[in-house]
C-alpha cells in the first residue's frame, strides 16, 4: 500500500511570502502530525490531526497552521516567512491516535 | 515536559560489528512508549523499534534490540552484525500515553559503518 506522501519535495521561497506543505496519509490513517527538522533545534513537534480537529499545537508562532480535510489529507501553511523557517518538514500518518507512525519524506524548505 | 537525550552525536562501527547508541530520557509518566528511528538520506523517519515501558521485556526485531533500564530511564539500542544499510542518523522518541501524545526526539547519532 502507498505510503505517506508529501509535496513538494523542495520549496524556495522568499522571505515574506507564505507557503503551503501537503501531506497524503496512509489509506485508513485518520490521524496527521506534522515536524520540523532543523539542525540547530532537531526535530520538532507542530501539530497534530485527528479527524479534521486539531489535537494537538507545539510552540510555534501564529504563523504556522494547518488543516485537515475530510479525506484526511493533510496542509500545512507558512505566512510571512522568516530565513529561520528554513527547514526538513515531515509529516507522519497513524491510524488512530495512539498508533504507530508512519513518516513521508519530507519537504525541504528554503528561505532566501 | 519529557526530554529525551543522546550523548553520542556520532558513533562508527566496523561492518558486521555491534554497536550500543545510548538514550536517556525523563518524565514524570508511569506509562509510555519509547522508540528508536532510522532516518537514512532519503530523509523518511523509519521506525526500528518500539518499547512500552510497562513490558518488562526489552523489544527485539531481527539484529535490533534495546536496553530498556525503567528505573534508570535509559534505553539504549544494539544493533548486532553491522550493515552497510545500517549506516544512518539515529533518533530515540518518547511518546507518552496521556494528554498530547506528540513525539519528543532526542538530538540524535550518526551511525557510520566502516566496511
Known amino acids: 500500500k502507498a505510503g505517506v506522501t508529501q509535496t513538494p519535495r523542495y520549496l524556495i521561497k522568499t522571505r515574506g511570502q507564505q507557503v503551503t506543505l501537503s501531506c497524503s496519509p496512509i489509506s485508513g490513517h485518520r490521524s496527521v502530525s506534522w515536524y520540523q527538522q532543523t539542525p540547530g533545534q532537531g526535530l520538532q513537534f507542530l501539530f497534530e490531526?485527528?479527524?479534521?480537529?486539531?489535537?494537538n499545537k507545539g510552540n510555534f508562532p501564529g504563523r504556522f497552521s494547518g488543516r485537515q480535510f475530510s479525506n484526511s489529507r493533510s496542509e500545512m501553511n507558512v505566512s510571512t516567512l522568516e530565513l529561520g523557517d528554513s527547514a526538513l518538514y515531515l509529516c507522519?500518518?497513524?491510524?488512530?491516535?495512539?498508533?504507530?507512525?508512519?513518516f513521508g519524506s519530507g519537504t525541504r524548505l528554503t528561505v532566501v | 515536559a519529557q526530554t529525551v537525550t543522546q550523548s553520542q552525536p556520532e558513533m562508527s562501527v566496523q561492518e558486521a560489528e555491534t554497536v550500543t547508541l545510548s538514550c536517556t530520557y525523563d518524565?514524570?509518566?508511569?506509562?509510555?512508549?519509547l522508540f528508536w528511528y532510522k532516518q537514512p538520506p532519503s530523509r523518511q523517519m523509519i521506525l526500528v523499534i518500539r518499547?512500552?515501558?510497562?513490558?518488562?521485556q526489552n523489544a527485539t526485531e531481527n539484529r535490533f534490540s534495546v536496553n530498556f533500564q525503567k528505573a534508570a530511564k535509559s534505553f539504549s539500542l544494539k544493533i548486532s552484525d553491522s550493515q552497510l544499510g545500517d549506516a544512518a542518523m539515529y533518533f530515540c522518541a518518547y511518546r507518552g500515553k496521556q494528554g498530547a501524545q506528540k513525539l519528543v526526539f532526542g538530538q540524535g547519532t550518526r551511525l557510520t559503518i566502516n566496511p
Open positions: 507522519a500518518s497513524s491510524l488512530g491516535v495512539t498508533g504507530d507512525y508512519t
Open positions: 518499547q512500552e515501558a510497562y513490558k518488562q
Open positions: 518524565t514524570s509518566e508511569s506509562d509510555y512508549y
Open positions: 490531526y485527528f479527524s479534521e480537529t486539531q489535537r
